[in-house]
């Protein structure tokens, strides 16, 4: 309402936002909310995989950010540590989180370089994707890999801390779990 009382027409209906379908996906879709990306980010756009207009859409990512030129994509994995020896636990919970959560923002990249037309809101792929893509030329793309459940083992293995993994970029792939060559 206007500071005289008069009232503003709605010039759109709004958009429907997803909170996030796990508890993991619900919290970085409320930091989002929390953040300034969230005029610009949506928990669990689809993409149209459909066969002859039949079955739902796939989902794309846990959280896209889209503000021209960036582009963040977010992929989010919570899974419990494995019980077992450290070394083999550790390439366990790291192929199930990090490579994981890689392979779909890869997954998700491709999408939205190829196919920025088909990405949509709601599984039923009815309500399309509110904010245009940036051409695939001057699309800067950021990956973001949110990897949960290695906290008390860390503060176990590290004899204390915040339950942080450290990172390496000097590590790369397979050398994450198999020992640097």
Sequence with gaps: MG???EKFEQLRSAVPRSDGTTESEQYL???????????WSYANPYRNQKVKGAGNGKELSDL?????PHVIIFSEKSISWPAS?????????FKRTVTSAVNQIRGAERWIRDFPSEIYLDP???????IEFPSAERML??????ARG???????YF?????????APDVKGKAHYEGKS
């Design 85 to 93: 020896a450290t070394d083999l636990a550790w390439r366990r919970w």
């Design 124 to 130: 039923d792929c009815t309500i399309p994707f509110p």
């Design 64 to 68: 896209i950010v889209v503000c021209d």
């Design 3 to 5: 500071t005289d009382g």
């Design 29 to 39: 879709a409320k930091r989002a909310e929390l953040s300034f990306l969230d005029l």
């Design 141 to 146: 793309l950021h990956r973001v890999v949110v």
């Design 150 to 156: 290695a906290g008390a083992a860390c503060k176990e």
């Design 159 to 167: 004899g204390g801390g915040i339950g942080s993994l450290m990172l």
